[in-house]
């Protein structure tokens, strides 16, 4: 699975949009892009994942560009529940491939 | 439907004993996978059990074991516990598909602290 670049932290205003970068410059054709988060050391959540098309749901967007070498998350209107670490994670998935690697994510931060 | 399940939730061990984590995935799912949180070596993978079979597994050493059952639930067992193993250990599951780009679900997690 290919490596994937995060700041390390970030904060946001509460009521704003949350734009999370990842950057994954050596990502395959075949790998999807995942993200999770995780609060207060509680078992990490899904939110979202894509191979090429933007993708959106009731908790966020994804956004990937048009190369697939980076990606945004986005939370459109953020609130203090949103404060946790956001990690994303590249994943090829094939029969049997069923594991995640995690790095070490952003610390998002909203501000009240 | 009920989410990825694990017992107990926090438990407290010294060292040299062993102990048993249970993980009851979500319903339909045969994929069960462990991982270990820790705050130096961060989420590393255990191991992935697929039809009572481990099919995939980490760099940990041969103290940590796992099985599953004809259900899917499964178990993983830590053997002569060492301070170090004190950690988050997390249970996930997925359904086993074909189709790519599935999405794994993890449970709360179970605690344990090694004295």
């Known amino acids: 699975d290919a490596k994937t670049t995060q700041p390390t932290s970030m904060d946001c205003a509460e009521g704003r949009a949350a734009n999370l970068p990842c950057n994954h410059s050596?990502?395959?054709?075949?790998?999807?892009v995942y993200w999770y988060r995780q609060i207060h050391s509680q078992g990490p959540q899904y939110i979202i994942h894509g191979l090429k098309n933007n993708e959106t749901n009731e908790m966020a967007s994804l956004i990937i560009t048009e190369d697939r070498k980076s990606s945004t998350l986005i939370l459109p209107h953020a609130t203090l529940r949103d404060t946790a670490v956001y990690y994303c994670?590249?994943?090829?998935?094939?029969?049997?491939?069923?594991?995640?690697?995690f790095g070490t994510g952003t610390r998002l931060t909203i501000i009240p | 439907k009920a989410g990825v399940t694990q017992t107990p939730r926090y438990l407290i061990k010294t060292r040299g004993q062993q102990v048993t984590l249970s993980c009851s995935p979500i319903?339909?799912?045969?994929?069960v996978s462990w991982y270990q949180q820790t705050p130096g070596q961060g989420l590393q993978f255990l191991f992935e059990y697929f039809s009572e079979t481990q099919r995939n597994k980490g760099n940990f050493p041969g103290r940590f074991s796992g099985r599953q059952f004809s259900n899917s639930r499964s178990e993983m067992n830590v053997s002569t516990l060492e301070l170090g193993d004190s950690a988050l250990y997390l249970c996930?599951?997925?359904?086993?598909?074909?189709?790519?780009?599935?999405?794994?679900?993890f449970g709360e997690g179970s605690w344990l602290t090694v004295v």
């Open positions: 050596t990502i395959s054709g075949n790998e999807y």
């Open positions: 996930a599951s997925a359904e086993q598909t074909r189709i790519p780009g599935n999405t794994i679900y």
């Open positions: 319903s339909g799912h045969r994929s």
């Open positions: 994670i590249v994943r090829f998935h094939n029969f049997g491939n069923e594991k995640l690697t």
